[in-house]
Structures are given as C-alpha cells and as structure tokens.
C-alpha cells in the first residue's frame, strides 16, 4: 500500500525465495490482475523490480507496476528507484526480524518441550519402575500354582487357561512398560533409513483388513541423523492413530520428499479430519478424544511432537476438519546437523 501511495502505481508485491530457491508471492495488493508468480510480473512492461537485499544473495524481490496505458505515468525514473530502494530495505528488515522471531519460538518451544518431558519423564519412570515390580510377580505366582497345583489344573480346562492368560498378560505388560521406558532414557542418535523405520513401525502394528497402505518415495529419501527406536515409535504412533481415526476403514497414504536441507515425511488419511481450531491442542500433554491406545501410555500424540523435538525435527498437522488428516514430519539430513 505505502508503495504504491508514495510511487502512484496501481500495484506491488513481494516474492520471497522459497526452500527449493524460487521465488514464491508472500504479499501482493492493488492488482487489477492477479500477479502468481515473479515470471508474470518481469513480462509488465512498465514494472520497477528490485531485489530484497545484495543481489547475489537477495531474499526475495520487490516490484511495483502500472499497466501499460496511456493514463498512467512510468515507474522507472531515478527517483522511483530510490523510493522503492527504501521500501526494499524496511522489508528485508522485516522479513529478518520474521525470521529471528520463528528462531526464537522454535528455541523456547524446544526449551518449554524439555522441561516438560523432564518433569512428566520423572513422574512416569517412578511409575513404570513400580508398576513393572508389581507386574513382576505375577507370571512368578501363577508358575507356583502351576507348579503345586498341577494335576488339579489337568482336571479343570477353564482354570488352566485362565491362569495361562493371565500369566500371558502379565507378560505383555511388562513388555509395555520396558517399551514405555525407553523413551524416556536419552535417545541414541545415530544415523538412520527412513524407509527402515517406517517398515519396522508397520510390521509393530496391526494393520486392519479393511485399511489399505500405500508408500510413496521413501527408499530414495537420504540418511537423517534420530534415534531409530525413537523414529519408529514416532510412525507406529502416528499409523495408530489414523487407524483408530478411520475406525479400521480406509486408506493411509505414506510420501517421502527431500530437499537440500531437510527431509519430509507425511502421512495422509481418509478419516474424518481434524477441526482447525485443535490443530495445536491435539499435542497438549493432557488432550484426549477418543482414549488412548491399547498398550500405550496415554500421551497420545504429545509423544509424538516431544519425540520429534528432541530429534530435532518437527510435526505439523493439516486437515480442514472434513476430509482427512496430514502430519508432515521433518528431520534434517545427515549433511546438515
């Protein structure tokens, strides 16, 4: 707008350059045709472009324009140029100070995530330890009854299956909360295969007759420095929830992407969607609609973004709360940690 006032033109916009180094449409106003791209805007013949900061390492460009009739006025003299050199300036400014702001959040993000898994980590390590002595004595017991009882047990079915599945859950429990604790100990970081993860995570799960997976991309995804135990937790989480979002009925589509920096994981399914208004609350510690998953501990996916956080990625959701959900997971590639 104050472009526009000050050089008497009928139309601005901003590009910025994008991850893949292309110049994307951030702001625009005043267009009496819709300017998409930057391509567009050079074919104006009389359009001022200049670029946002030094040349060779610009941010984006900046450019003003009029179309080419005979009622408006040129915006190519010295003058306009300096005008616009000025605008240009407060904008790299403000897209740097944009950026320090994103930084800073990240970084307290980060920070606020740590001191709440320190403090939620502590709580459940003391719980799990319990529970697991508890737990313990149980296949101990049963195995006693066994032993003593034997022949009463020969006699009575019932009572003995009874007792095997007991001492069967016993067992699955423990295993549970030995699974459980792991992620709360440090996290290993190592060299890891995307595609090897999230092979791991599927055959973890039970995957519904009536749920159809496709994977897309990720055997050609680079090397991502994570914890591999952590990473696969990540998915198999993530793969339950959208199964338990469909309720056992449709299709989860898997896609891999990469770029020079960082690499891209989403996860796409064909339930209901989230509403937007709770895209940030379903990571909340305390967030819950439909329970927790058999075997977990209940955090659901606040697990997930702690995970992430720690390995130095993030987890973004997408859905319009009708027609499916997307989680994009990213995770810097090896060259660049």
């Known amino acids: 707008m ?6 008497n033109t009928s139309s601005s916009a901003i590009w910025l350059k994008n991850e893949s180094n292309e110049f994307q449409l951030v702001a625009s106003n005043g267009a009496k045709q819709k300017i998409e791209s930057f391509s567009e805007m050079k074919k104006q013949n009389n359009a001022l472009i200049l670029p946002l900061g030094e040349e060779a390492e610009a941010l984006g460009m900046f450019g003003v324009f009029n179309p080419t009739t005979s009622e408006e006025r040129s915006v190519k003299s010295d003058w306009d140029k300096k005008v616009l050199a000025c605008l240009a300036n407060y904008a790299v400014l403000a897209v740097q100070n944009e950026s320090s702001q994103q930084t800073l959040r990240r970084t307290q993000e980060q920070h606020w995530t740590a001191e709440t898994f320190a403090a939620v980590g502590d709580i459940s390590a003391n719980l799990l ?13 049963v195995q006693a009854i066994q032993d003593k009882y034997a022949q009463t047990l020969e006699a009575d079915a019932y009572l003995s299956n009874t007792l095997a599945e007991i001492e069967h859950s016993a ?18 970081m190592e060299k890891v295969n995307i595609a090897v993860c999230m092979k791991d995570a599927i055959h973890a ?26 990473l696969t937790f990540v998915f198999r989480n993530l793969i339950e929830n959208a199964i338990a979002a469909m309720k056992a009925k449709g299709s989860i589509v898997i896609q891999g992407l990469s770029s020079a920096e960082w690499v891209e994981v989403s996860l796409t399914d064909s339930g209901p969607g989230i509403a937007p208004e709770l895209h940030n609350q379903i990571f909340e510690l ?6 927790s998953h058999p075997g977990k501990l209940g955090f659901g996916l606040w697990w997930v973004k702690t995970l992430m956080t720690r390995l130095g990625g993030s987890v973004h959701v997408e859905s319009d709360g009708e027609h499916g959900t997307t989680f ?7 060259e660049h940690v």
Do not use: C, W, Y
């Open 286 to 291: 305390n967030f819950s609609r439909t329970g």
């Open 205 to 230: 799960t039970q995957i519904p007759s009536d749920v159809q997976m496709e994977i897309n991309s990720l055997n050609d995804l680079p090397m991502v420095i994570a914890g591999k135990q952590s």
């Open 129 to 141: 330890h319990n529970m697991n002595n508890k737990v313990g004595a149980i296949p101990v017991r």
């Open 328 to 334: 994009r997971l990213r995770l810097p590639i090896v």
């Open 171 to 188: 067992m699955e429990a423990m295993q549970i909360v030995q699974e459980n604790l792991s992620h709360l100990r440090p996290i290993r």
């Open 2 to 7: 104050m472009a526009n006032d000050l050089l």
